[in-house]
T-cell receptor, first 115, second 110 residues
Framework: NAGVTQTPKFRILKIGQSMTLQCTQDMNHNYMYWYRQDPGMGLKLIYYSVGAGITDKGEVPNGYNVSRSTTEDFPLRLELAAPSQTSVYFC??????????????FGAGTRLSVL | DAKTTQPNSMESNEEEPVHLPCNHSTISGTDYIHWYRQLPSQGPEYVIHGLTSNVNNRMASLAIAEDRKSSTLILHRATLRDAAVYYCILWGINDYKLSFGAGTTVTVRA
């Protein structure tokens, strides 16, 4: 079972470059999320989506953009990369129905360095 | 968001039980108590959750105080693979996000 798949696993960017972090899930989940985790810290929510065509900001959205054109995919776009965006990025999904909606399934992460 | 308080770290010997406490004195009546763990260099994974009653699954047990202001995650027989950061998180019925704190780093000695 693939679950939540993130690509790439590692990336080094130069300041000012742009890139898209890919996330896809094969569980037909309605809800999807992007988090970032700085060294030694907990996860912080960047953006989330409750369904195709619907996205909303989390705690730390500045410098990022998302789109959700399909149920399966939730890409995260970094425009004009800055050193402060050096972090590990996790994508997650959850079913979004009744009591089961609150169990999130995470990908393996993308480790990004901006130099 | 209601907050949780956990110890920074705990140590255990292999095959011994581990009791991880979590305080959540401002919990509301509709908040669920969730536990996730994060193994080194991996994404978080769901462990268990509960509302009022104690819960058991194949990974762990969750003991919830009668006043719901605290809870304890119990790993019955710790293995080296249980070494991870454990997060106690409150989830409201209208919440869409998980609020991760610093968690408790569990070290298991062989």
């Amino acid at each position: 079972n693939a679950g939540v798949t993130q690509t790439p696993k590692f990336r080094i960017l130069k300041i000012g470059q742009s890139m898209t972090l890919q996330c896809t899930q094969d569980m037909n989940h309605n809800y999807m999320y992007w988090y970032r985790q700085d060294p030694g810290m907990g996860l912080k929510l960047i953006y989330y989506s409750v369904g195709a065509g619907i996205t909303d900001k989390g705690e730390v959205p500045n410098g990022y953009n998302v789109s959700r054109s399909t149920t399966e995919d939730f890409p995260l776009r970094l425009e004009l990369a800055a050193p402060s965006q050096t972090s590990v990025y996790f994508c997650a999904s959850s079913p979004g129905d009744s009591l089961a909606k609150n169990i999130q399934y995470f990908g393996a992460g993308t480790r990004l360095s901006v130099l | 968001d209601a907050k949780t308080t956990q110890p920074n770290s705990m140590e255990s010997n292999e095959e011994e039980p581990v009791h991880l406490p979590c305080n959540h004195s401002t919990i509301s009546g509709t908040d669920y108590i969730h536990w996730y763990r994060q193994l080194p260099s991996q994404g978080p994974e769901y462990v268990i959750h509960g509302l009022t009653s104690n819960v058991n699954n194949r990974m762990a047990s969750l003991a919830i105080a009668e006043d719901r202001k605290s809870s304890t995650l119990i790993l019955h027989r710790a293995t080296l693979r249980d070494a991870a950061v454990y997060y106690c998180i409150l989830w409201g019925i209208n919440d869409y996000k998980l609020s991760f704190g610093a968690g408790t780093t569990v070290t298991v000695r062989a």
